[in-house]
């Protein structure tokens, strides 16, 4: 699957994004399972957009090959990622994921290989193993901000930038 938005823009709102695959809640059970992802603009991107909003949702991800090129900024909602997840409960397994920003490297831009960056309800538990991450122009592979009962192990990470912070969960809760 090919989402080539090839004009894009930063709209302060997430607007002019390329997506593969969004879903939205309440479902479970969902699977995106041994795909070629390839997404890229000159805005925000995800190869994989999933969230709860509507209601609860189970995902599981894996097998794929994912491709983003975007623009990352500082802007929450003008995100540059391979997968974003808002969902209760994400298996995330055996995926090579590249993430290249081509709109150049600050700390604080959202450019990540796998993320739970933007809000949304409930606790969000999720399981990132044996992943292949790569992230060009961002600071971290991983960044989950607000993770209940995370394992993120077993996976290959590669940043250009902070290679010690390639992994960041905030307010893990065990």
Same mark, same amino acid.
């Given at each position: 699957?090919?989402?080539?938005?090839? %004009?894009?823009?930063? %709209? &302060?709102?997430? @607007? %002019?994004? =390329?997506?593969?695959?969004?879903?939205?809640?309440?479902?479970?059970?969902?699977?995106?399972?041994?795909? !070629?992802?390839?997404?890229?603009?000159?805005? *925000?991107? =995800?190869?994989? +957009?999933?969230?709860?909003?509507?209601?609860?949702?189970?995902? @599981?991800?894996? &097998?794929? !090959?994912?491709?983003?090129?975007?623009?990352? !900024?500082?802007?929450?909602?003008?995100?540059?990622?391979?997968?974003?997840?808002? #969902?209760?409960?994400?298996?995330?397994?055996? /995926?090579?994921? @590249?993430?290249?920003?081509?709109?150049?490297? #600050? !700390?604080?831009?959202?450019? +990540?290989?796998?993320?739970?960056?933007?809000?949304? *309800? $409930?606790?969000?538990?999720?399981?990132?193993?044996?992943?292949?991450?790569?992230? /060009?122009?961002?600071?971290? @592979?991983?960044?989950?901000? #607000?993770?209940? +009962?995370?394992?993120?192990?077993?996976?290959?990470?590669?940043?250009? +930038?902070? #290679?010690?912070? $390639?992994? $960041?969960?905030?307010?893990? $809760?065990?």
């Amino acid at each position: 699957m090919n989402a080539d938005n090839s %004009g894009g823009y930063i %709209g &302060g709102n997430g @607007t %002019g994004a =390329a997506y593969c695959v969004q879903l939205t809640g309440g479902y479970t059970g969902a699977v995106i399972s041994n795909n !070629t992802l390839t997404t890229q603009n000159n805005g *925000p991107n =995800a190869a994989i +957009y999933s969230q709860n909003w509507n209601g609860q949702t189970s995902v @599981t991800i894996t &097998g794929n !090959t994912i491709a983003v090129t975007g623009k990352g !900024t500082s802007t929450t909602w003008d995100l540059l990622t391979g997968i974003e997840l808002q #969902d209760d409960n994400a298996i995330v397994s055996g /995926n090579t994921i @590249t993430v290249n920003n081509n709109g150049g490297y #600050d !700390t604080g831009y959202n450019v +990540y290989g796998i993320s739970y960056c933007q809000y949304s *309800p $409930r606790y969000h538990t999720y399981s990132i193993t044996n992943n292949t991450v790569t992230v /060009n122009g961002g600071n971290y @592979t991983v960044y989950i901000m #607000d993770g209940h +009962y995370c394992n993120v192990t077993g996976n290959t990470l590669n940043s250009n +930038y902070f #290679d010690v912070q $390639r992994v $960041r969960i905030i307010h893990h $809760r065990l």
